[in-house]
């Protein structure tokens, strides 16, 4: 059911560290994107365009040119930018939190890279924003799991707890199978992804595993 040293069901190995990928790492990162678009080995798959965030064939800018005001450079539409503003408010707070916390700015800029890289993506892929925001609404209610530390008891019953919401509702492991998929890509794309959902808790929230597991299959994951 679950692995020896899991932590959280949408990654289920030890925790995450998030830093930024050294040069020799450029092949699995184009390879990462190339399945976050689609293309799975076979045929690609064309990634339907939701919500309305425009073409999902146009780029989204690096991050560090967006840094300014990354959910405003990158989303024009007016429903759009409200939700990347908030995408971009919940994870600057996490930001400035762990600066407050005085880790040395190692977490605020794992969190910072996070926001900038999973807003370009969506951009980039035709994510739903609200979906996004919802998601991001979800990590910000579970970062009261992070108000102390975690025994380890607590985190296999956390993650014991998670993997019971997932079968109750009928997800199978295939299922969870392509949203840690997913998600493992996404953190190449954007690193801080995996350590933010770490930090929170919410890698086992059922909420957020369904929105997982739905943009894992919009994107063509099996």
């Known amino acids: 059911m679950s692995e020896p040293n899991a932590a959280h069901v949408l990654f289920p190995n030890d925790a995450p560290k998030s830093q930024q990928p050294p040069d020799w790492f450029k092949a699995g990162q184009t390879a990462a994107e190339l399945r976050l678009a689609g293309e799975h080995g076979g045929a690609p798959v064309k990634v339907p365009a939701t919500g309305t965030n425009g073409d999902p064939s146009s780029t989204a800018g690096s991050a560090d040119a967006a ?41 605020s800029r794992a ?36 108000i102390s530390e975690a025994t380890p008891e607590q985190v ?10 997932c079968y109750a509702e009928g997800i199978t492991d295939a299922d969870l199978g392509i949203a840690r998929r997913f998600v493992a890509d996404l953190e190449t794309v954007a690193p801080g992804t995996l350590y933010t959902l770490e930090r929170s808790g919410a890698g086992n929230d059922i909420r957020l595993i369904r929105k997982a597991i739905a943009e894992a299959k919009r994107r063509g994951y099996r």
């Open 111 to 146: 969190i910072e890279a996070a926001r900038d890289g999973v807003l370009a993506d969506a951009k980039a892929h035709g994510m739903d924003i609200a979906d996004l925001a919802e998601a991001m609404t979800v990590v910000k209610e579970r970062q009261a799991d992070t």
């Open 156 to 165: 296999e019953q956390r993650m014991a707890d998670g993997l019971a919401a």
């Open 67 to 107: 840094k300014p005001d990354v959910a405003s450079v990158l989303f024009k539409d007016d429903a759009v930018d409200r939700g990347a503003n908030e995408v971009a408010e919940i994870l600057g707070g996490f930001a400035n939190s762990a600066i407050a916390d005085n880790d040395r700015g190692e977490r």
